[in-house]
């Protein structure tokens, strides 16, 4: 049995936590998209810890993690993200698995990258510059490297004729900086992967299930970044929705029993793109400031607005959303009033539904308004004493949304979690 946990806007919904806080209900936590531009943030005894590649599950002691097919994996962020578990007390070790057919990020990528958002100048689509979309091109283009092909005796060559290949991109694009550097610590980290317990990770993992294993497949970024499915072109290079698993992990669809959506009580975005709901005002800025919206992955401020319930019932809709979580819903504490988008206003015209494309289109959102709790939320652990104003605003979205709320996060920390459903 095969359950899934993601993310339902632009990312940054608080996923990290979440999957920590269910990663004892499960014998597996398996990663099967995206890359280093990831950022979940965990607290382990108060301390913060972001994790870019491992699986959320990596600080429990019985959990096996599995960074799977799907993922493009960078080895010198690997290596980074193990000494900084390490220093926790964990044997990272132990646990973690890598399948062979996981594409592995070069440091030409991550040129390649950096060139290609200079080129496109104000057009720019906000990349994290981890090399992850370079990186999805050459899998798509058969001409990617994995991490299974790091045992074979004629890697370096294999190397060295796709850095010839990346040079050529790199000379028409007119990029000159001097990556030796990059490379030195990459073929350290490479050499640093090779003591890894590396599997043909779909036999692994269907084994896993035969054997009656719980496993948790742990999306990355958000649903509406999804290469098909998200606000193209501002969006990453992979499927973030609930399809992806299958082929991020090599599991059947039927194995799939519960997507679980992770949705902030407001919405963010770092980058370019769209963004229906933001607010170019101090209420923006409020909400900025409470939630320390900056990213966990670059430090960029990201941009902040009301939530978006058309964004969330399509992303619901995608997934097969069948519990929720609301995250950071203790930021909302001090504001008076709230806000709800429930339809969008395109050239006079009023929808329910997200359209094919959002560039080119002025959104005006249509928002409905909420009295807020104005009460401190931290310390609260049962449903029975949350505000009344605050079911109120819940009782909305889950209507609106026909997808109920299980669960409410109200602070960072581990324990801060009611469950309402």
């Known amino acids: 049995m095969v359950d899934v946990l993601l993310g339902l806007q632009w990312g940054d919904e608080g996923k990290g936590k979440i999957v920590d806080f269910f990663a004892p209900q499960y014998d597996v936590i398996a990663r099967f998209q995206g890359g280093p531009n990831a950022g979940h943030t965990l607290y382990v005894n108060d301390k913060k810890i972001v994790l870019h590649q491992i699986p959320s599950g990596i600080f429990h002691e019985n959990t096996i993690n599995l960074i799977g097919n799907g993922v493009v994996l960078d080895p010198v962020t690997l290596k980074r993200e193990c000494e900084s578990v390490k220093a926790f007390g964990v044997n990272y070790s132990k646990n973690l698995y890598i399948a062979q057919r996981t594409h592995v990020i070069l440091p030409t990528h991550r040129a390649l990258d950096k060139a290609s958002e200079i080129i496109k100048g104000n057009e720019k689509i906000g990349s994290t510059l981890k090399g992850i979309g370079p990186a999805y091109m050459d899998k798509t283009g058969r001409n990617g490297l994995r991490v299974g092909d790091l045992f074979d005796k004629t890697f370096?060559?294999?190397?060295?004729?796709?850095?010839?290949?990346?040079?050529?991109?790199?000379?028409?694009?007119?990029?000159?900086?001097?990556?030796?550097?990059?490379?030195?610590?990459?073929?350290?980290?490479?050499?640093?992967?090779?003591?890894?317990?590396?599997?043909?990770?779909?036999?692994?993992?269907?084994?896993?299930?035969?054997?009656?294993?719980?496993?948790?497949?742990?999306?990355?970024?958000?649903?509406?970044?999804?290469?098909?499915?998200?606000?193209?072109?501002?969006?990453?290079?992979?499927n973030t929705i609930s399809a992806g698993v299958c082929t991020g992990l090599g599991i059947a669809p039927q194995h799939i029993k519960d997507v679980i959506g992770v949705t902030k009580a407001y919405c963010t975005r770092v980058g370019g793109g769209p963004f229906p709901t933001e607010l170019h005002d101090a209420t923006g800025e409020e909400l900025r400031k409470i939630g320390s919206e900056f990213g966990a992955t670059t430090g960029r401020p990201r941009r902040c607005g009301w939530i978006d319930l058309v964004a969330l019932n399509f992303a619901c809709m995608v997934n097969g959303v069948t519990k929720l979580v609301m995250t950071k819903a203790d930021v909302l504490d001090s504001f008076d009033t709230l806000q709800v988008c429930t339809e969008y206003d395109i050239n006079g015209a009023k929808t329910k539904e997200v359209p094919f494309q959002m560039t080119r289109l002025k959104i005006q959102p249509v928002l409905e308004s909420f009295k807020g709790w104005s009460k401190d939320i931290t310390a609260m652990k049962n449903p029975s004493e949350l505000p009344r104003e605050m079911s109120e605003y819940v009782d909305f979205i889950n209507k609106y949304l026909g997808v109920n709320i299980h669960y409410i996060s109200n602070g960072p920390g581990r324990d801060q979690l009611v469950k309402i459903h």
């Open 156 to 238: 370096t060559t294999q190397y060295i004729k796709l850095r010839l290949k990346h040079q050529k991109l790199l000379d028409s694009m007119n990029f000159h900086e001097d990556i030796s550097a990059w490379e030195e610590e990459f073929f350290e980290a490479v050499e640093f992967m090779k003591e890894f317990k590396i599997v043909n990770g779909e036999y692994f993992i269907n084994e896993k299930i035969k054997q009656g294993k719980r496993v948790l497949a742990e999306g990355a970024q958000g649903s509406m970044l999804d290469v098909d499915f998200g606000t193209f072109p501002y969006v990453t290079s992979s």
